[in-house]
């Protein structure tokens, strides 16, 4: 009885085995990995910036974070200020590109089975890059906010995934290499 054990566990091993040889082939190498694309000039040759409040979604404040709906714009513009990449301007005529930042709690799974990959979704901020004379969206940047059960605990957490964010569009700005050639 002991030995058919072995021998059926040696033979997943082997099976095991010879399924992943297949699946290591194929992974790509840094040889053939796919090109980084391009960022649009735009970001790049960007002098003004006017940043939009979209909002926030209904329930997030005074719990689970503590201020106002206003709260993330403000910090954010003030983080865009320290910076001083972008001249902000207070109307979006005057801007090159606008800076659309949104907070919003997606809706989705309550209590969901995680064993099956459902999740409860975070809130999350949502930055959009948007070039003023198109109205196309350049780009877009999203965090979200993890968790926690302390009221000190969510709004440190706010903070670190808005400064993130700001962190996101500075390494996106600055990025130069990855701009797109005419």
């Known amino acids: ?102 907070l919003f709690a997606p809706n989705g799974p309550t209590n969901a089975n995680k064993q099956k990959g459902a999740s409860d979704p975070l809130p999350m901020f949502r930055l959009s890059v948007i070039d003023r004379k198109s109205h196309y969206t350049l780009w877009a940047l999203t965090e979200s906010i993890d968790p926690a059960n302390l009221q000190k605990t969510h709004d440190r957490n706010f903070d670190v995934a808005l400064a993130t964010l700001a962190l996101d569009l500075r390494r996106l700005a600055t990025n130069k290499s990855a701009a797109a050639t005419p």
């Open 1 to 102: 009885m002991l030995n058919i054990f072995r021998f059926a566990l040696l033979q997943l091993a082997g099976i095991a085995l010879l399924s992943a040889i297949p699946a290591a082939a194929q992974q790509p190498t840094d040889s053939t990995a796919a090109p980084t694309a391009p960022v649009p000039p735009a970001i790049f040759t960007a002098k003004t910036a006017f940043v939009s409040n979209a909002g926030a979604d209904s329930g997030l404040f005074p719990h689970p974070f503590s201020g106002d709906p206003d709260r993330a714009y403000n910090q954010f513009y003030a983080a865009l200020q320290d910076w001083g990449r972008y001249n902000l301007v207070a109307d979006p005529d005057a801007a090159d590109l606008v800076l659309e930042l949104r």
